[in-house]
């Protein structure tokens, strides 16, 4: 059954899940599962003429990450979510700012809440398109923006939307770094020592 999300109108759900368990000839120890869900809501202010005050998508948005991270978190299998990530894509009848409005610090907060916590800040991508466009949604470790291992992402493509008076939001977790990753920087167990973990 579909959740109901107050304050927005729901058209559809979708998601995405990815488990690498080769990479570049080698077995991983432990599989990497990035999974990435959306929502696609009605836009109230497509077509509209140009609106000041978006606070009426902002406002409801923590319900709306708390749905998406909790489903997101779902599909990792029981694994902890150690990297994130949010963004959005509005119909073209709208506007990238009616994306950002509905991802700001109150949807990011409940979004963290929903998948165990995180203190970085999320990284994320907005744009208006039109239906059948994909989005990339980029991934960075939930404890600290710095670690590069963790710089990835998950393509999230849905035929039929947004249309022009959609917005798509989503979100993708992920339950490590990147696969064979050795580019150097701050490591995760840096980070979290700095952190006082």
Same mark, same amino acid.
């Given at each position: 059954?579909?959740?109901?999300?107050?304050?927005?109108?729901?058209?559809?759900?979708? =998601?995405?899940? @990815?488990?690498? %368990?080769? !990479?570049?000839?080698?077995?991983?120890?432990?599989? !990497? /599962?990035?999974?990435? %869900?959306?929502?696609?809501?009605?836009?109230?202010?497509? $077509?509209?003429?140009?609106?000041?005050?978006?606070? =009426?998508?902002?406002?409801? =948005?923590?319900?709306?990450?708390?749905? !998406?991270?909790r489903r997101a978190k779902q599909l990792l299998g029981g694994r902890e979510v150690?990297?994130?990530?949010?963004?959005?894509?509005? $119909?073209?009848? $709208?506007?990238?700012?009616? @994306? /950002?409005?509905?991802?700001?610090?109150?949807?990011? &907060?409940?979004?963290? &809440?929903?998948?165990?916590?995180?203190?970085?800040?999320i990284s994320s991508f907005t744009k208006v398109a039109s239906a059948g466009a994909?989005? &990339?949604?980029?991934?960075?470790?939930?404890?600290?923006v710095y670690v590069r291992d963790y710089y990835d992402g998950v393509t999230l493509?849905?035929?039929?939307?947004?249309?022009? &008076?959609?917005?798509?939001?989503? %979100?993708?977790?992920?339950?490590?770094?990147?696969?064979?990753?050795? /580019?150097?920087?701050?490591?995760?167990?840096?980070?979290?020592?700095?952190? $006082?973990?």
């Amino acid at each position: 059954m579909a959740h109901a999300l107050a304050g927005y109108e729901v058209r559809s759900w979708h =998601s995405n899940v @990815v488990e690498v %368990v080769e !990479l570049g000839g080698r077995r991983l120890a432990d599989p !990497l /599962v990035k999974a990435a %869900v959306g929502v696609v809501i009605r836009n109230p202010f497509a $077509g509209q003429p140009f609106q000041e005050e978006l606070s =009426s998508l902002t406002d409801p =948005s923590r319900e709306l990450g708390v749905e !998406l991270g909790r489903r997101a978190k779902q599909l990792l299998g029981g694994r902890e979510v150690e990297g994130y990530g949010k963004g959005g894509i509005a $119909g073209i009848s $709208g506007e990238q700012e009616h @994306v /950002v409005a509905c991802i700001t610090t109150v949807f990011g &907060d409940g979004f963290r &809440d929903a998948v165990g916590g995180g203190r970085a800040w999320i990284s994320s991508f907005t744009k208006v398109a039109s239906a059948g466009a994909s989005i &990339d949604i980029p991934l960075a470790f939930k404890d600290e923006v710095y670690v590069r291992d963790y710089y990835d992402g998950v393509t999230l493509h849905i035929d039929e939307g947004p249309k022009p &008076d959609e917005i798509l939001i989503c %979100v993708a977790v992920s339950s490590g770094p990147r696969p064979n990753a050795r /580019v150097g920087g701050m490591t995760k167990a840096e980070a979290l020592a700095r952190l $006082g973990e």
